[in-house]
């Protein structure tokens, strides 16, 4: 049951990223032109995804447990530091050159596009690579 | 100036309440926050008894195209337009898979999850990842 539902939130959440035109690369870059033709609907999926989250949000706070009898994993960590800005800064940066973040890039993946398939490819490796260098450069956090 | 033409209000308003119901059954189902580097990540290596999870919901995501083509009464998931070359492609891909990684997230954990629970950290992170991609596209379009 577990396993089921935890495949049916992967779908839903797939299916609301090619609705809302996250997997469309050229709507994404319509988007971030905010200097150009600026097309503002992806706010939209933003506003509406985070109307939402707010209120699941509030209420796991007020719970001791999940619905399956599990525990909460929520981060932690709540420092700002280089790390985070560097990352983001460097994920945008990719995000703006190709008009693909992780989730509808697996997504258009799975679609067999051969862009997005290339795309996702060097998502992984970037991955590894990020792993790779945490395990030689700085101790396992 | 606003590009009404390509303006699609309803369809990515209702994309984004699918979204959140996504994170919301997640975070209220099973604990977890739906960012998607981070639920990816957590698999390069896998470790034992965390990696099931992880992989059920990432097959359902793989599954959508399919879903979305069997339900969707406009009929297929739009051709999507790629301006980037391959290269830029590649190149682009390094840098989402590394950065999002070294900042702990990406659209979903930080955009989406992070803002939902008012994290100052994740608002800080959308923030700057909102920049760079303004900024990029700017640069792209516009001066190159």
């Known amino acids: ?141 | 100036m606003i590009d009404w033409a390509h303006f699609t209000p309803w369809a990515s308003l209702s994309g984004g309440i699918l979204i959140g119901v996504a994170s919301a059954l997640f975070i209220l189902l099973h604990g977890r926050i739906l960012g998607i580097s981070g639920i990816l990540g957590g698999l390069l290596p896998p470790s034992a008894g965390d990696a099931t999870w992880r992989i059920t919901f990432l097959l359902g995501l793989f599954s959508a195209p399919l879903a979305f083509n069997a339900l969707a009464p406009a009929g297929f998931m739009q051709m999507p337009r790629i301006d980037a070359s391959y290269t830029m492609l590649i190149v682009a891909g390094l840098m989402v898979g590394i950065g999002t990684r070294y900042g702990s997230g990406c659209t979903s954990g930080h955009g989406v999850c992070g803002l939902s629970r008012l994290s100052l950290r994740s608002l800080i992170a959308t923030g700057t990842f909102m920049v760079a991609g303004f900024a990029t596209v700017y640069i792209i379009r516009h001066i190159l």
């Open chain 1, 1 to 141: 049951m577990q396993r089921f539902s935890e495949f049916m939130v992967g779908l839903i959440f797939g299916v609301g990223l090619i609705l809302s035109g996250m997997t469309d690369p050229a709507k994404v870059i319509g988007f971030l032109d905010v200097f150009g033709q600026w097309d503002p609907s992806l706010a939209l999926v933003m506003g509406g995804a985070i109307a939402v989250g707010m209120f699941s949000f509030a209420l796991a706070k007020k719970r001791t447990v999940n619905f399956f009898g599990g525990a909460f994993h929520l981060p932690k960590n709540n420092h700002i530091d280089k790390r985070l800005i560097i990352g983001a800064l460097l994920f945008g940066a990719g995000w703006g050159v190709a008009g693909y973040c992780p989730g509808p890039a697996l997504v258009s993946m799975a679609s067999g596009q051969t862009e997005a398939i290339t795309f996702a490819a060097a998502m992984l490796v970037g991955m590894i690579v990020y792993e790779l260098a945490q395990r030689t450069i700085h101790k396992p956090r």
